[in-house]
């Protein structure tokens, strides 16, 4: 192993960390949570303008807002954090040092300097764009060249950490296979490349087309190359938060998964069949044949589909198992009752998990079906879909690592430990909800990207139904409550980094010994499929997921009624 000064052990978990890994972690997390506090932002403004009543801003800043808030919430805090995840589930899981710590630093550079120029291109005015930027819409050439740079960045992140996991294997840190959390870490960083890779073969071409170097971008080569990137972007976020889901069920539970092999075997369907996927994103769009819409969004985007749902299984099976281990087995949901409710951590996580697989995950497979994808495609039911997935999935699970990783590994008390117990819910029930009334609201025929859904300056006037205007004055509402919970979240974290107390170490006489590292790093299996209630659980989730489906196709059935 390295030289020993150049670590420090945990005093709470018995983790050896890599002091530039440490370094590296909180710097591109705490970058992260800044960007998220500019997305959130931009976010509510967005929100209060789609508020009919409200209609905070005019047209031409309404889309600049929007594209900062996509850029910023969507991709740039996201991926900032995940180089912190993918530092942590390899130097500090691992127990080794960080490959190349010069590089690491020189990939955060990069995604800051990209993150700043892209946002400096938003805001000046002229590259409204929007997150998707569909060409012929053309952006200020830095508005691309600032992603391509930040791209570059997360691309060599992802190569120190394969770098690190190297650097493990020859030096011998851990033994046996990869600890599941890494091994979910590795399918993150593995869709990563791709994602990446392919927003490399259509940016830089509309980079060069944005300075009239190339002629021509063809529109729908475009959005078919794009959507690797911008729903790749998403299948990291997937990864990565059931990779935590795995690590806070046994951090916080010390819960081991039903069966280890069958989860691993659930992110490799991830790396085959989840970028299939994004082509709900063109099933409305001409040019494509009909078998290949077909295929993707039915044969192989299952595969990709019960790749979630062992997940959705195994993750709260396995904290079953463990309360159950523990003695709380009265009925089929003492062990239930008795979680920690009152902890940050657990409540984020458990709320991420469920509210991911009802809203997110539903309403996706509803999206990948060739024939309902067309009364919802470019309406408010994509946003609503992207808000159960990246928002109550994706970031409430990395809000809940957050509550564990800052205090126990940089020592700091939380300075805010009341308001900490709230924020899960106020944020994940907030936004949760924002995700119910956007689909709502889409799924009466409110338009996704219209600034003005009264339509009050169109030649012709259309009335949508009054229960869509209603809705989305209540997703104004509960983006607020939600901005609250963010804001909580943000003022939390960076304060406890900054100013929060450090923790003060036990007398000798009441210390104990520290957790294992094993009890993230080293699974094993639960020993045990006696979970009645995550089952009981998971058909509760599977009649709500049959009812709602074909309550769709009765929905497609008015669109056009027969006489």
């Avoid at 890494?182 to 071409?205: K, M, Q, R």
């Avoid at 069949?273 to 082509?279: E, G, N, R």
């Avoid at 309902?372 to 879909?385: E, K, Q, S």
């Avoid at 590994?409 to 430990?417: A, G, N, S």
Wanted: charged letters at 10%; a positive charge.
């Amino acid at each position: 192993m390295a030289n020993d000064a150049n670590f420090r052990t945990c005093p709470d978990t018995g983790f050896k960390i890599h002091l530039p890994a440490d370094r590296l972690i909180k710097w591109n997390a705490v970058t992260g949570v800044v960007f998220l506090l500019i997305g959130g932002i931009f976010g509510i403004a967005v929100a209060l303008t789609r508020w009919p009543t409200v209609h905070l801003l005019p047209a031409d800043m309404f889309y600049l807002v929007l594209t900062a808030h996509g850029f910023n919430a969507l991709l740039v805090w996201i991926i900032f954090f995940e180089m912190a995840i993918l530092y942590f589930a390899s130097s500090v899981l691992l127990g080794c040092r960080l490959a190349t710590p010069k590089w690491a630093w020189a990939a955060y550079a990069l995604m800051l300097i990209g993150a700043v120029v892209t946002n400096i291109a938003v805001l000046r005015g002229d590259s409204s764009v929007m997150f998707t930027s569909y060409v012929p819409m053309k952006a200020a050439p830095d508005f691309y060249l600032g992603i391509i740079v930040f791209a570059v960045g997360a691309l060599i992140g992802c190569f120190v950490f394969f770098g690190t996991l190297v650097i493990a294997k020859r030096e011998k840190t851990y033994e046996g296979s990869l600890p599941l959390v890494t091994f979910g870490a590795v399918t993150a960083a593995i869709i990563a490349v791709f994602t990446i890779g392919s927003g490399a073969v259509i940016l830089i071409p509309t980079l060069l087309w944005s300075v009239d170097l190339v002629a021509h971008i063809d529109t729908l080569m475009y959005k078919i190359v794009w959507w690797a990137l911008g729903h790749g972007s998403q299948q990291i976020n997937v990864a990565a938060q059931i990779a935590l889901w795995y690590a806070l069920a046994a951090i916080l539970f010390g819960a081991k998964p039903l069966s280890e092999k069958v989860s691993r075997t659930a992110f490799l369907l991830y790396i085959l069949f989840l970028q299939l996927a994004s082509a709900h994103h063109l099933l409305v769009d001409p040019g494509l044949s009909s078998e290949y819409k077909i295929f993707n969004t039915s044969y192989a985007l299952y595969l990709a589909v019960l790749a979630s749902m062992i997940h959705g299984l195994t993750v709260p099976g396995a904290v079953e198992a463990a309360q159950r281990k523990k003695g709380y087995n009265n009925g089929l949901f003492e062990w239930l009752r008795r979680a920690p409710w009152g902890n940050p951590s657990f409540s984020g996580f458990a709320l991420s998990l469920v509210l991911f697989g009802f809203l997110g995950g539903i309403s996706g497979v509803m999206m990948g079906t060739e024939q309902l994808n067309i009364i919802t495609h470019n309406t408010m039911y994509v946003p609503g879909h992207f808000h159960g997935t990246v928002v109550v999935g994706t970031t409430l699970t990395f809000m809940a690592f957050a509550y564990w990783v800052v205090p126990v590994l940089w020592q700091r008390e939380l300075v805010f430990p009341g308001l900490a117990k709230w924020q899960p819910y106020l944020f994940g029930i907030g936004m949760g909800l924002a995700s119910v009334f956007m689909m709502g609201a889409g799924t009466l025929g409110i338009p996704r990207r219209h600034w003005d859904i009264n339509f009050a300056d169109a030649v012709m006037s259309y009335d949508f139904p009054g229960a869509a205007y209603l809705m989305m004055g209540l997703n104004g509402l509960a983006a607020l409550i939600g901005g609250v919970g963010g804001a909580i979240f943000i003022l939390n974290m960076v304060g406890t980094i900054l100013w929060g107390k450090k923790k003060v170490k036990a007398a000798a006489a009441e210390e104990k010994a520290p957790e294992q590292p094993a009890a993230v790093s080293s699974y094993g299996n639960a020993g045990t499929l006696a979970v009645p209630g995550t089952f009981t659980l998971a058909m509760v989730f599977l009649v709500a997921f049959v009812l709602y489906y074909f309550v769709n196709w009765k929905y497609l059935a008015g669109v056009w009624p027969l006489s």
